[in-house]
């Protein structure tokens, strides 16, 4: 069993920076597509960044140029550093993980069977 625990959301106001954690519970997780979901109030889910098992990443059109993605191998961990936030990043941050290569569309949420609990995000203007 995979488990996933996501952290770092809070408050900031806009132009400000968060760095979000997800840990990740599986030794293998190195081999795992991981990919950071968002989702605000009345809005469906989308993905914001996605990191291969090579290290390649993905990012979305919105975060692309101030959303960095990483991950630190020895701690299991996986980031999103979100820098130049705007009101409208504010949402329920999710990371997601899936073995192997990450589904196409990396998007796709359904693709995804191993959830964090969720982190939330607010950014006031």
């Known amino acids: 069993q995979v488990q996933l625990v996501d952290s770092g959301g809070g408050s900031v106001q806009a132009g400000g920076s968060l760095r979000l954690s997800c840990e990740v519970s599986?030794?293998?997780?190195?081999?795992?597509?991981v990919t950071w979901f968002r989702q605000a109030p009345g809005k469906e889910r989308e993905g914001v960044a996605a990191?291969?098992?090579?290290?390649?990443?993905r990012y979305s059109d919105p975060v692309k140029g101030r959303f960095t993605i990483s991950k630190d191998n020895a701690k299991n961990t996986l980031y999103l550093l979100m820098n130049s936030l705007k009101p409208e990043d504010t949402a329920l941050y999710y990371c997601?993980?899936?073995?192997?290569?990450?589904?196409?569309?990396?998007?796709?949420?359904?693709?995804?069977?191993?959830w964090g609990q969720g982190t939330q995000v607010t950014v006031s203007s």
């Open positions: 997601a993980s899936d073995p192997g290569r990450c589904p196409l569309p990396w998007e796709a949420s359904t693709s995804y069977n191993y």
């Open positions: 599986v030794y293998t997780y190195v081999r795992y597509c």
């Open positions: 990191i291969e098992p090579d290290g390649t990443t």
